[in-house]
Protein backbone atom coordinates (compact mmCIF):
# COMPACT_ATOMS: atom_id res chain seq x y z
CA UNK A 1 0.00 0.00 0.00
CA UNK A 2 1.55 3.24 -1.12
CA UNK A 3 0.73 6.77 0.26
CA UNK A 4 0.64 9.92 -1.36
CA UNK A 5 3.15 12.35 -1.02
CA UNK A 6 1.68 15.72 0.34
CA UNK A 7 1.75 18.26 -1.99
CA UNK A 8 4.47 21.07 -1.59
CA UNK A 9 2.41 23.83 -0.74
CA UNK A 10 1.24 20.80 2.26
CA UNK A 11 4.98 19.87 3.34
CA UNK A 12 5.84 21.58 7.01
CA UNK A 13 8.27 24.33 6.87
CA UNK A 14 9.76 24.96 9.63
CA UNK A 15 9.21 28.15 11.16
CA UNK A 16 10.85 31.10 9.99
CA UNK A 17 13.61 32.57 12.90
CA UNK A 18 12.59 36.09 14.69
CA UNK A 19 14.66 38.69 13.03
CA UNK A 20 18.02 39.32 14.61
CA UNK A 21 18.13 43.30 15.83
CA UNK A 22 21.95 43.03 14.56
CA UNK A 23 20.48 42.49 10.60
CA UNK A 24 20.28 45.06 8.45
CA UNK A 25 16.71 44.15 7.47
CA UNK A 26 15.57 43.50 10.75
CA UNK A 27 16.69 46.58 12.08
CA UNK A 28 16.32 49.87 9.53
CA UNK A 29 20.25 48.82 8.57
CA UNK A 30 21.40 49.94 5.28
CA UNK A 31 24.58 48.96 3.45
CA UNK A 32 26.16 51.65 1.39
CA UNK A 33 29.05 49.89 -1.03
CA UNK A 34 31.38 51.46 -3.51
CA UNK A 35 33.80 48.68 -4.76
CA UNK A 36 35.56 47.67 -1.99
CA UNK A 37 34.18 50.48 0.50
CA UNK A 38 31.27 49.14 2.36
CA UNK A 39 29.51 51.36 5.20
CA UNK A 40 26.51 50.41 7.85
CA UNK A 41 23.85 53.22 7.82
CA UNK A 42 21.10 52.91 10.19
CA UNK A 43 18.35 55.14 8.50
CA UNK A 44 16.80 56.53 11.37
CA UNK A 45 20.19 57.69 12.65
CA UNK A 46 21.15 59.69 9.68
CA UNK A 47 17.60 61.26 9.43
CA UNK A 48 18.21 62.32 13.22
CA UNK A 49 22.27 63.42 12.49
CA UNK A 50 20.24 65.42 9.45
CA UNK A 51 17.43 66.94 11.83
CA UNK A 52 20.47 67.74 14.92
CA UNK A 53 22.73 69.48 12.46
CA UNK A 54 19.62 71.98 11.08
CA UNK A 55 18.66 72.19 14.83
CA UNK A 56 22.07 72.95 15.87
CA UNK A 57 22.87 75.65 12.83
CA UNK A 58 19.13 77.15 13.96
CA UNK A 59 20.20 77.11 17.47
CA UNK A 60 23.41 79.17 17.03
CA UNK A 61 21.72 81.71 14.89
CA UNK A 62 19.04 82.48 17.39
CA UNK A 63 22.11 82.48 20.27
CA UNK A 64 24.14 85.19 17.79
CA UNK A 65 21.15 87.45 17.41
CA UNK A 66 18.88 87.69 20.63
CA UNK A 67 20.86 88.78 23.70
CA UNK A 68 20.56 92.47 25.82
CA UNK A 69 20.85 94.08 22.13
CA UNK A 70 18.97 92.30 19.41
CA UNK A 71 20.86 91.38 16.23
CA UNK A 72 18.95 90.51 12.68
CA UNK A 73 19.83 87.17 11.73
CA UNK A 74 21.18 89.82 8.20
CA UNK A 75 23.59 91.56 10.25
CA UNK A 76 24.98 88.28 11.59
CA UNK A 77 25.38 87.33 8.17
CA UNK A 78 26.99 90.12 7.06
CA UNK A 79 29.50 90.47 10.43
CA UNK A 80 30.62 86.78 9.71
CA UNK A 81 30.98 87.72 6.10
CA UNK A 82 33.57 90.69 7.08
CA UNK A 83 31.47 93.35 5.92
CA UNK A 84 31.48 95.30 8.93
CA UNK A 85 29.22 96.89 10.68
CA UNK A 86 28.07 98.26 13.83
CA UNK A 87 27.47 94.84 15.31
CA UNK A 88 31.12 93.84 14.72
CA UNK A 89 32.01 94.19 18.71
CA UNK A 90 28.58 91.95 20.19
CA UNK A 91 28.62 89.53 17.20
CA UNK A 92 32.24 89.17 15.86
CA UNK A 93 33.91 89.19 19.13
CA UNK A 94 31.67 88.52 22.00
CA UNK A 95 28.97 86.20 20.52
CA UNK A 96 30.06 84.19 17.54
CA UNK A 97 33.23 83.07 19.84
CA UNK A 98 31.59 81.85 22.56
CA UNK A 99 28.99 80.01 20.16
CA UNK A 100 31.88 78.09 19.08
CA UNK A 101 33.21 76.95 22.30
CA UNK A 102 30.00 75.65 23.79
CA UNK A 103 29.30 73.52 20.25
CA UNK A 104 32.58 71.87 20.51
CA UNK A 105 32.34 71.55 24.46
CA UNK A 106 28.62 70.41 24.12
CA UNK A 107 30.03 67.71 21.63
CA UNK A 108 32.82 66.77 23.51
CA UNK A 109 30.78 65.95 26.45
CA UNK A 110 28.87 64.18 24.61
CA UNK A 111 30.96 61.64 22.96
CA UNK A 112 32.55 61.58 26.18
CA UNK A 113 29.79 60.57 28.19
CA UNK A 114 28.79 57.67 25.17
CA UNK A 115 32.48 56.52 25.50
CA UNK A 116 32.19 55.77 29.35
CA UNK A 117 28.81 54.78 29.33
CA UNK A 118 29.20 52.43 26.85
CA UNK A 119 32.92 51.01 27.82
CA UNK A 120 31.37 50.38 31.72
CA UNK A 121 27.40 49.12 30.48
CA UNK A 122 26.16 51.84 33.08
CA UNK A 123 24.36 54.75 31.95
CA UNK A 124 26.16 56.68 35.37
CA UNK A 125 29.22 56.36 34.26
CA UNK A 126 29.57 59.96 33.03
CA UNK A 127 32.95 61.39 33.37
CA UNK A 128 31.38 64.23 35.69
CA UNK A 129 29.49 61.32 37.84
CA UNK A 130 33.22 59.48 38.20
CA UNK A 131 35.43 62.14 39.33
CA UNK A 132 37.22 64.12 36.46
CA UNK A 133 35.24 67.41 36.77
CA UNK A 134 36.13 67.08 40.36
CA UNK A 135 39.89 66.30 40.01
CA UNK A 136 39.75 69.06 37.13
CA UNK A 137 38.69 71.40 40.03
CA UNK A 138 41.00 70.71 42.88
CA UNK A 139 43.95 70.94 40.32
CA UNK A 140 42.98 74.70 39.79
CA UNK A 141 42.57 75.03 43.10
CA UNK A 142 45.48 73.92 44.48
CA UNK A 143 47.56 75.56 41.63
CA UNK A 144 45.56 78.37 42.69
CA UNK A 145 46.66 78.67 46.32
CA UNK A 146 50.28 77.39 45.72
CA UNK A 147 51.03 80.01 43.53
CA UNK A 148 52.10 77.55 40.16
CA UNK A 149 49.76 79.75 37.94
CA UNK A 150 51.19 82.45 37.09
CA UNK A 151 48.29 83.30 34.95
CA UNK A 152 44.38 82.70 34.07
CA UNK A 153 45.63 81.60 30.68
CA UNK A 154 46.60 78.62 32.38
CA UNK A 155 44.12 77.33 34.50
CA UNK A 156 42.86 74.83 31.43
CA UNK A 157 46.19 73.15 31.18
CA UNK A 158 45.73 72.63 34.45
CA UNK A 159 42.53 71.05 34.77
CA UNK A 160 43.18 68.75 32.42
CA UNK A 161 46.14 67.25 34.36
CA UNK A 162 44.01 66.77 37.41
CA UNK A 163 41.23 65.30 35.50
CA UNK A 164 43.77 62.69 33.50
CA UNK A 165 45.04 62.32 37.24
CA UNK A 166 41.55 61.64 38.76
CA UNK A 167 40.57 59.39 36.64
CA UNK A 168 43.79 57.73 36.72
CA UNK A 169 43.25 57.23 40.03
CA UNK A 170 39.65 56.05 39.79
CA UNK A 171 40.81 53.25 37.48
CA UNK A 172 44.03 52.13 39.70
CA UNK A 173 41.64 51.58 42.78
CA UNK A 174 38.76 50.00 40.76
CA UNK A 175 40.79 47.20 39.41
CA UNK A 176 40.27 43.87 40.88
CA UNK A 177 41.16 41.14 37.55
CA UNK A 178 39.77 43.61 35.06
CA UNK A 179 37.54 46.67 35.52
CA UNK A 180 33.68 46.14 36.93
CA UNK A 181 30.87 48.75 35.98
CA UNK A 182 29.79 48.78 39.57
CA UNK A 183 33.30 49.17 41.14
CA UNK A 184 34.32 51.79 38.72
CA UNK A 185 31.24 54.00 39.51
CA UNK A 186 31.62 53.65 43.40
CA UNK A 187 35.24 54.08 43.41
CA UNK A 188 34.37 58.08 41.33
CA UNK A 189 31.71 58.85 43.64
CA UNK A 190 33.90 58.18 46.49
CA UNK A 191 37.37 60.03 44.87
CA UNK A 192 34.89 62.95 43.66
CA UNK A 193 33.90 63.53 47.08
CA UNK A 194 36.74 63.21 48.76
CA UNK A 195 38.37 65.96 45.47
CA UNK A 196 35.29 67.87 46.78
CA UNK A 197 35.55 68.30 50.15
CA UNK A 198 39.76 69.64 49.35
CA UNK A 199 38.09 72.23 46.86
CA UNK A 200 35.69 73.39 50.22
CA UNK A 201 38.32 73.31 52.42
CA UNK A 202 40.21 75.73 50.26
CA UNK A 203 37.00 78.22 49.88
CA UNK A 204 36.36 78.69 53.16
CA UNK A 205 40.37 79.14 54.19
CA UNK A 206 41.22 81.43 51.38
CA UNK A 207 40.53 85.26 50.63
CA UNK A 208 37.70 86.33 49.32
CA UNK A 209 38.70 87.36 45.97
CA UNK A 210 40.39 83.68 45.06
CA UNK A 211 37.83 82.09 46.35
CA UNK A 212 35.25 84.38 44.23
CA UNK A 213 37.48 83.44 41.25
CA UNK A 214 37.43 79.42 42.05
CA UNK A 215 33.73 79.87 42.77
CA UNK A 216 33.05 81.17 39.35
CA UNK A 217 35.35 78.51 37.56
CA UNK A 218 33.23 75.92 39.30
CA UNK A 219 30.17 77.10 38.38
CA UNK A 220 31.10 76.54 34.77
CA UNK A 221 30.58 78.80 32.50
CA UNK A 222 31.21 80.45 28.81
CA UNK A 223 31.21 83.46 29.67
CA UNK A 224 34.53 85.70 28.62
CA UNK A 225 35.71 82.64 26.83
CA UNK A 226 36.59 82.44 23.26
CA UNK A 227 39.05 81.57 20.54
CA UNK A 228 41.56 81.23 23.34
CA UNK A 229 39.93 77.78 24.49
CA UNK A 230 38.09 77.03 21.68
CA UNK A 231 41.51 76.43 19.36
CA UNK A 232 42.94 73.65 21.34
CA UNK A 233 39.45 71.77 21.78
CA UNK A 234 39.30 72.00 18.29
CA UNK A 235 42.19 70.44 18.19
CA UNK A 236 41.56 67.76 20.67
CA UNK A 237 38.07 66.37 19.05
CA UNK A 238 40.20 66.57 15.00
CA UNK A 239 42.88 64.07 16.36
CA UNK A 240 40.44 62.21 17.96
CA UNK A 241 38.45 61.85 14.79
CA UNK A 242 40.02 58.53 13.65
CA UNK A 243 40.16 57.02 17.06
CA UNK A 244 36.60 57.73 17.69
CA UNK A 245 35.88 55.75 14.08
CA UNK A 246 38.25 53.04 15.42
CA UNK A 247 36.09 53.02 18.63
CA UNK A 248 33.01 53.08 16.64
CA UNK A 249 34.04 49.35 15.34
CA UNK A 250 35.41 48.36 18.79
CA UNK A 251 32.95 48.29 20.51
CA UNK A 252 30.30 46.58 19.09
CA UNK A 253 32.11 43.59 20.16
CA UNK A 254 32.06 44.93 23.68
CA UNK A 255 28.67 45.65 23.79
CA UNK A 256 27.78 42.08 23.65
CA UNK A 257 29.97 41.13 26.91
CA UNK A 258 33.48 40.41 27.41
CA UNK A 259 33.58 37.01 27.34
CA UNK A 260 31.99 36.95 23.50
CA UNK A 261 34.30 39.77 22.63
CA UNK A 262 37.14 38.23 23.91
CA UNK A 263 36.33 34.79 21.59
CA UNK A 264 35.99 37.09 18.54
CA UNK A 265 39.55 38.50 18.98
CA UNK A 266 39.04 41.54 21.16
CA UNK A 267 41.51 42.47 23.88
CA UNK A 268 38.98 43.70 26.22
CA UNK A 269 41.02 45.10 29.33
CA UNK A 270 43.31 46.60 26.45
CA UNK A 271 40.16 47.90 24.41
CA UNK A 272 38.12 49.03 27.79
CA UNK A 273 41.76 51.28 29.21
CA UNK A 274 41.85 53.27 25.38
CA UNK A 275 38.38 54.02 24.93
CA UNK A 276 38.17 55.41 28.61
CA UNK A 277 40.89 57.38 28.21
CA UNK A 278 39.76 58.98 25.04
CA UNK A 279 36.33 59.42 26.64
CA UNK A 280 38.40 61.44 29.64
CA UNK A 281 40.71 62.99 27.48
CA UNK A 282 37.41 65.01 25.75
CA UNK A 283 36.01 65.56 29.26
CA UNK A 284 39.23 66.53 31.24
CA UNK A 285 39.88 68.81 27.49
CA UNK A 286 36.16 70.19 27.69
CA UNK A 287 36.39 70.95 31.47
CA UNK A 288 39.84 72.80 30.79
CA UNK A 289 37.62 75.65 28.30
CA UNK A 290 34.71 76.40 30.33
CA UNK A 291 35.10 74.71 33.68
CA UNK A 292 33.02 71.82 35.11
CA UNK A 293 29.46 71.75 33.41
CA UNK A 294 27.60 69.29 34.81
CA UNK A 295 25.10 66.56 33.03
CA UNK A 296 25.65 66.98 29.75
CA UNK A 297 27.67 64.19 29.47
CA UNK A 298 25.40 62.09 31.47
CA UNK A 299 22.42 63.08 29.69
CA UNK A 300 23.37 63.70 25.96
CA UNK A 301 24.19 59.58 25.20
CA UNK A 302 21.12 58.76 27.06
CA UNK A 303 18.79 61.05 24.72
CA UNK A 304 20.63 60.42 21.79
CA UNK A 305 19.92 56.58 21.92
CA UNK A 306 15.99 57.49 22.53
CA UNK A 307 16.33 60.00 19.61
CA UNK A 308 17.23 57.21 17.02
CA UNK A 309 15.80 54.22 18.75
CA UNK A 310 18.67 51.88 18.88
CA UNK A 311 19.82 49.35 21.64
CA UNK A 312 23.25 51.27 21.91
CA UNK A 313 24.57 54.82 22.25
CA UNK A 314 25.26 56.79 18.95
CA UNK A 315 28.36 58.41 18.65
CA UNK A 316 27.75 61.24 16.39
CA UNK A 317 24.33 61.96 17.23
CA UNK A 318 25.32 61.99 21.05
CA UNK A 319 27.90 65.17 19.83
CA UNK A 320 25.43 66.75 18.35
CA UNK A 321 22.46 66.64 21.29
CA UNK A 322 25.57 67.40 23.79
CA UNK A 323 26.09 70.87 21.21
CA UNK A 324 22.36 71.33 20.63
CA UNK A 325 22.13 71.32 24.76
CA UNK A 326 24.74 73.09 25.65
CA UNK A 327 24.18 76.47 23.35
CA UNK A 328 20.41 76.12 24.30
CA UNK A 329 21.93 76.15 28.01
CA UNK A 330 23.57 79.08 27.43
CA UNK A 331 20.79 80.63 25.52
CA UNK A 332 19.05 80.55 28.16
CA UNK A 333 21.62 81.17 30.99
CA UNK A 334 21.68 84.64 28.95
CA UNK A 335 18.28 85.77 28.75
CA UNK A 336 16.18 84.19 31.55
CA UNK A 337 17.04 87.16 34.07
CA UNK A 338 18.76 89.79 32.25
CA UNK A 339 20.68 92.00 32.93
CA UNK A 340 21.87 89.22 34.94
CA UNK A 341 23.50 86.11 33.33
CA UNK A 342 23.31 82.51 34.62
CA UNK A 343 26.14 80.19 35.09
CA UNK A 344 25.34 77.74 32.61
CA UNK A 345 26.46 74.68 34.71
CA UNK A 346 23.83 75.50 37.15
CA UNK A 347 20.88 75.43 34.60
CA UNK A 348 22.24 71.86 33.50
CA UNK A 349 22.53 71.12 36.95
CA UNK A 350 19.36 72.13 37.52
CA UNK A 351 17.71 70.15 34.74
CA UNK A 352 20.33 67.47 35.32
CA UNK A 353 18.95 66.74 38.71
CA UNK A 354 15.95 65.23 38.09
CA UNK A 355 17.35 63.42 35.12
CA UNK A 356 19.25 61.56 37.28
CA UNK A 357 16.88 60.71 39.82
CA UNK A 358 15.21 59.61 36.93
CA UNK A 359 17.87 57.04 36.23
CA UNK A 360 18.16 55.75 40.03
CA UNK A 361 14.44 55.49 40.22
CA UNK A 362 14.02 52.84 37.16
CA UNK A 363 15.24 53.98 33.82
CA UNK A 364 19.02 53.26 34.31
CA UNK A 365 18.11 49.78 33.24
CA UNK A 366 17.56 50.80 29.30
CA UNK A 367 20.23 50.42 26.78
CA UNK A 368 22.96 49.38 28.99
CA UNK A 369 25.90 47.51 27.66
CA UNK A 370 25.66 48.62 24.09
CA UNK A 371 27.70 49.86 21.67
CA UNK A 372 27.85 52.91 19.61
CA UNK A 373 27.37 53.24 16.38
CA UNK A 374 27.94 56.09 14.16
Known sequence: MTTASPRPSEQATPPRPSPDPGYPHSAGLSVLRRRSFSLLLHRRSAVVVAVLLLLLAGVMVLSACVG???VSPGEVWRVLRGHGGPYDLIVGELRVPRIVLGALVGAAYGLSGALVQTVTRNPLASPDVIGVGHGAAAATVLALATGTVASPGALPAVSV???LGAAALVYVLA???GMQPSRFVLTGVGIGVALSAIVQLYLTESELAAAEQVKLWLTGSLNGRGWEQAGPLAWVLLLSLPALVWANRALRPLGLDPDTAAALG???HRTQLALTVLGVVLAATATGAAGPIGFIALTAPQLARRLTRTPQLPLATSALTGAVVLITADLAARTLMPPL??????????VGGPYLLWLLAGGKGRGQGRSPAL
Open 161 to 163: AGG
Open 68 to 70: QAY
Open 341 to 350: EIPVGALTAL
Open 266 to 268: VRV
Open 175 to 177: WRH
